[in-house]
């Protein structure tokens, strides 16, 4: 047992004894937390299209082919008679010499071979076209003056529509030319050699004679091509002892009056290469397309409140032709025939004789009938000249006959002067048919030994494509 001074020493000395403190430990620190994603709103459901109640499909764009022809022609002359052929003895003699920008011809088509439809637009610059122009003139007192500039002419010759119905069926409506003669098919500077036009269809009928109207192109088996045409009859006041019906294409007025219409039916043979061949036929009244109703029969119980209470004289118009061409090998060749007739002629002519001055035509007396007639013939020599296959040169010959007072009427004097004969020599070249160079020279001859011939030498040159 211990004593008691023992334990309370061992208690002091554990009392004095340093204390060790405990080391303390650190709270863990919780890792930074992440900062907290603004919460995404929730996409929004799309509605479901409506359903249309029918689908509209747009048609696609139709395939549009365009095609643009073209041709010039310029013409240089000498002439050794004078202007004047109404003189008794004929022209006098002269030596004139002439330059001419002849005619520009532009050609467009539109077709649309999906629908069978062509629409085409052909205009004519004759003679370097024409102008006028408005002027403030001093030396005439600062008057306005208004003057002619260039005096060609500018002319729409075709603008019509066309519809196929298959490849041997066409009609078209608008401005044509008229199916008549040689010019409605081969008018173009390679589409005949001489320098110039035929002459002989050029004075009884219009050059490339266009009208409006409805026009129906039939292709039948074995090559035989039909067309039908109805179309705007000619003016009576424009007809002439020199030029026949040349003077009744409707040129003067804006519109074109198709009070009378005109029927023309041609028939073209094709079944031959390098031949074509046939015949066409026209026939049409020109009494009321005149430019006032003067044309009229006379009767006691006239109508004041009608226009022609007794009808108008009947004056209609027949031209009847044969037509071929010719280009087989090296050989080219073109011919005409054609025979016209006017009924009543004499009523015409009177009424024609007192119109006025201002209208602009001849008013001489028009024959009952009227005749022409040409033909001409070339042979390519190229190959002769040991020249490329894409030369051609035709020395050729043409003849050109015309009566514009055939057989008249006896109240009628039958004019020699007005019927023509001309004889034709020259040469035509082509390259590759675009390039054209022609030379030629024509002996004319009237119809009596009394009147003077008349020479003339031409050359032209141009383009086609």
Not at 334 to 352: C, D, F, I, P, T
Not at 397 to 415: A, H, I
Request: glycine share 8%; charged share 25%.
């Amino acid at each position: 047992m211990l004593s008691a001074p023992l334990l309370f020493s061992a208690v002091t000395a554990r009392a004095e004894a340093p204390v060790t403190p405990e080391p303390t430990v650190a709270p863990e620190q919780a890792p930074p937390a992440a900062p907290e994603k603004t919460p995404e709103p929730p996409a929004p459901v799309a509605a479901p299209p409506p359903v249309p109640e029918k689908a509209v499909l747009l048609p696609s764009r139709p395939l549009l082919e365009t095609k643009l022809a073209a041709y010039g022609d310029l013409q240089f002359a000498y002439f050794n008679y004078g202007l004047n052929q109404n003189r008794a003895g004929g022209s006098q003699r002269d030596s004139r010499v002439e330059f001419d920008t002849s005619r520009l011809v532009m050609e467009l088509k539109g077709i649309l071979p999906e629908y069978g439809l062509e629409a085409e637009m052909e205009v004519e610059f004759e003679h370097g076209g024409t102008g006028t122009a408005m002027e403030l003139e001093y030396e005439e007192f600062g008057e306005f003056d208004q003057e002619l500039d260039k005096g060609g002419e500018i002319l729409v010759e075709e603008l019509f529509l066309q519809k196929k119905f298959g490849p041997d069926l066409a009609v078209a409506v608008g401005r044509f030319y008229v199916a008549v003669g040689t010019l409605s098919d081969w008018s173009r500077p390679t589409d005949y050699l001489g320098t110039l036009r035929d002459e002989a269809e050029t004075a009884i009928i219009p050059n490339t004679w266009d009208e409006m109207g409805l026009r129906v192109r039939w292709r039948i088996p074995w090559g035989l091509r039909l067309t039908g045409q109805i179309v705007n009859g000619l003016d009576s006041t424009g007809f002439s002892s020199q030029m026949w019906a040349v003077g009744g294409h409707q040129r003067r007025f804006e519109v074109q009056r198709a009070t009378d219409l005109a029927y023309v039916l041609r028939a073209d043979i094709t079944h031959f290469e390098g031949i074509s061949f046939g015949a066409s036929a026209y026939y049409g009244n020109t009494s009321r397309n005149r430019p006032k109703p003067d044309l009229v029969k006379q009767c006691e119980a006239a109508n004041d409140s009608v226009v022609a209470p007794c009808g108008y004289v009947n004056a209609p118009l027949t031209l009847l032709d044969a037509h071929l061409s010719v280009n087989k090998g090296r050989w080219s060749a073109k011919g005409l025939m054609m025979y016209g007739h006017l009924e009543n002629a004499e009523q015409v002519s009177q009424r024609n004789s007192r119109l006025s001055n201002l209208l602009g035509v001849i008013r001489t007396p028009v024959s009952d009938n009227a005749l022409a007639a040409w033909a001409e013939l070339g042979y390519d020599v190229a190959p002769w000249l040991g020249l490329h296959e894409s030369h051609h040169l035709y020395p050729f010959v043409r003849y050109d006959y015309v009566d514009s007072q055939f057989k008249p009427r006896k109240e009628l004097f039958d004019n020699p002067r007005f019927r023509r004969t001309i004889y034709t020599v020259g040469a035509s070249y082509q390259f590759l048919g675009m390039a054209f160079a022609k030379v030629d020279f024509a002996h004319r001859r009237l119809g009596s030994d009394e009147f003077r011939p008349e020479n003339a030498l031409r050359a032209s040159t141009g383009f086609v494509y």
